[in-house]
């Protein structure tokens, strides 16, 4: 653990520290912990433990992180998403964790003020802060699109992740230049690691990403001078190791051939799958489907129905339109840990089949009933035609539909 941060003009405390001083509680402290836990349950050191308790414990012994949170070409919505939780104590408490020394959409100062702040920040941390960097960068015609206190954000950005003791790049913007790069891309816009290419630099895409990757590896830094393993797009893999696709709610109506043919559909209002909507989940790396936002359950764009644009993904996000239906590039097979939706291969004795074809008949029979019985749109597609779902004849079973596996 590093030594207390001693600066020139005040030492920053302990998160417990500074946690009893403001009177907030260790229950919210833990329920916190709990989250990064859920957010991180394996390859993040801090979370490493085996209750939220225990890594409650070990953290509130870490010296509060100075960070200074620098904003370019964004909407802000990565700030949002880390302080607008649907507890409004969880914002207050996050403030708390970390030492936010500067931020221009959360400060009270401004112009030279903020500037100021600005500078004294730097060079009281220099070193040691965490520098997070939310938007992307302007670099046409000299970076002239944008200019902070008369000077080009490519500048500012050199001037302040120059000096820091971790470089964060928050949001696909940061990330790789994300929305305002999208084609025709009138201001050159970039990512910091196109800027800084020779620094250690960590990419938390999303637009916006999940706020509990942020803080783990903010964390983690600051307990132990360390950052979590990154993939070759620097994206942290304790979030970034799986994809949608395989975790998603919706999987077994991939599986199955139960995909959603037009926004308010019966499918749609069944949660069907909405790959032939577009969803970019089979290609896209992300913890959305078992991470969601907002400490709400299903708060997430799959579970709003909506289908996943891709935005964790460089090459998708921003590049390839949002309803095209992509190829599927990675397995397509349910995982392990699902239910088999067919029996496995092999001989089966004749009486077998035909208890099994009963069983499946009555299963699809009493699904088939219930779609009907649900069903209140008149001339509905998405419905199961005269036969049951999956049967001969009926969008489901017709092998031209549905998601095209690469070769
Ligand atoms: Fe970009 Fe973040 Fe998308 Fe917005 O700032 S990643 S547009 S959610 O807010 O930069
Ligand atoms: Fe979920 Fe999209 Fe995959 Fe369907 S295609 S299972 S909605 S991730
Ligand atoms: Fe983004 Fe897809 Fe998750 S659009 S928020 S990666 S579900």
């Known amino acids: 653990?590093?030594?207390?941060?001693?600066?020139?003009?005040?030492?920053?405390?302990?998160?417990?520290?500074?946690?009893?001083?403001?009177?907030?509680?260790?229950?919210?402290?833990?329920?916190?912990?709990?989250?990064?836990?859920?957010?991180?349950?394996?390859?993040?050191?801090?979370?490493?433990?085996?209750?939220?308790?225990?890594?409650?414990?070990?953290?509130?012994?870490?010296?509060?992180?100075?960070?200074?949170?620098?904003?370019?070409q964004d909407c802000t919505g990565c700030t949002e998403t880390l302080l607008r939780t649907s507890h409004p104590d969880l914002g207050d408490l996050i403030l708390h964790i970390i030492s936010l020394e500067y931020h221009e959409t959360l400060m009270a100062g401004s112009g030279a003020q903020a500037e100021e702040a600005l500078r004294q920040a730097v060079d009281r941390y220099s070193g040691k802060y965490v520098c997070i960097v939310e938007g992307s960068i302007p670099t046409r015609d000299q970076g002239v699109y944008m200019k902070l206190a008369g000077r080009p954000a490519m500048q500012v950005l050199a001037d302040v992740a120059g000096k820091a003791g971790a470089i964060i790049a928050i949001g696909s913007c940061a990330a790789w230049g994300g929305i305002p790069s999208a084609d025709p891309d009138p201001t050159g816009a970039v990512g910091v690691v196109d800027l800084l290419p020779k620094k250690t630099i960590v990419n938390i895409p999303g637009c916006p990403p999940n706020p509990y990757t942020l803080l783990g590896v903010v964390l983690q830094f600051a307990?132990?001078?360390?950052?979590?393993?990154?993939?070759?797009?620097?994206?942290?893999?304790?979030?970034?190791?799986?994809?949608?696709?395989?975790?998603?709610?919706?999987?077994?109506?991939?599986?199955?051939?139960?995909?959603?043919?037009?926004?308010?559909?019966?499918?749609?209002?069944?949660?069907?799958?909405?790959?032939?909507?577009?969803?970019?989940?089979?290609?896209?790396?992300?913890?959305?489907?078992?991470?969601?936002?907002?400490?709400?359950?299903?708060?997430?764009?799959?579970?709003?129905?909506?289908?996943?644009?891709?935005?964790?993904?460089?090459?998708?996000?921003?590049?390839?339109?949002?309803f095209k239906v992509i190829q599927i590039h990675t397995?397509?097979?349910?995982?392990?840990?699902?239910?088999?939706?067919?029996?496995?291969?092999?001989?089966?004795?004749?009486?077998?089949?035909?208890?099994?074809?009963?069983?499946?008949?009555?299963?699809?029979?009493?699904?088939?009933?219930?779609?009907?019985?649900?069903?209140?749109?008149?001339?509905?597609?998405?419905?199961?035609?005269?036969?049951?779902?999956?049967?001969?004849?009926?969008p489901d079973g017709d092998p031209s539909t549905g998601p095209k596996a690469s070769q």
């Open 331 to 394: 397995r397509a097979e349910p995982p392990a840990t699902y239910a088999p939706i067919s029996s496995p291969q092999g001989t089966i004795s004749p009486l077998a089949t035909g208890l099994v074809g009963a069983a499946a008949g009555a299963l699809l029979g009493a699904g088939y009933v219930a779609s009907r019985k649900f069903s209140n749109v008149p001339g509905d597609q998405s419905l199961p035609g005269p036969n049951p779902p999956g049967g001969p004849g009926t």
């Open 1 to 72: 653990m590093p030594g207390r941060l001693r600066a020139s003009s005040r030492t920053l405390d302990t998160i417990d520290e500074r946690l009893i001083r403001c009177g907030i509680t260790r229950r919210a402290f833990v329920q916190f912990c709990s989250s990064l836990m859920i957010a991180a349950p394996f390859g993040l050191a801090i979370t490493d433990e085996k209750t939220p308790e225990d890594v409650a414990q070990g953290l509130g012994k870490v010296i509060r992180p100075p960070v200074i949170w620098i904003a370019f």
């Open 223 to 322: 307990a132990s001078g360390t950052l979590p393993e990154l993939d070759e797009e620097r994206r942290p893999k304790f979030a970034y190791d799986r994809d949608i696709h395989e975790h998603c709610p919706r999987r077994a109506h991939f599986d199955a051939g139960h995909f959603v043919r037009q926004f308010g559909d019966q499918g749609h209002r069944e949660g069907w799958c909405l790959y032939e909507m577009g969803c970019k989940g089979p290609d896209t790396h992300a913890g959305c489907s078992t991470r969601h936002f907002n400490e709400i359950p299903d708060v997430w764009p799959i579970g709003i129905g909506a289908p996943c644009i891709g935005c964790t993904e460089k090459s998708i996000a921003f590049r390839v339109p949002m």
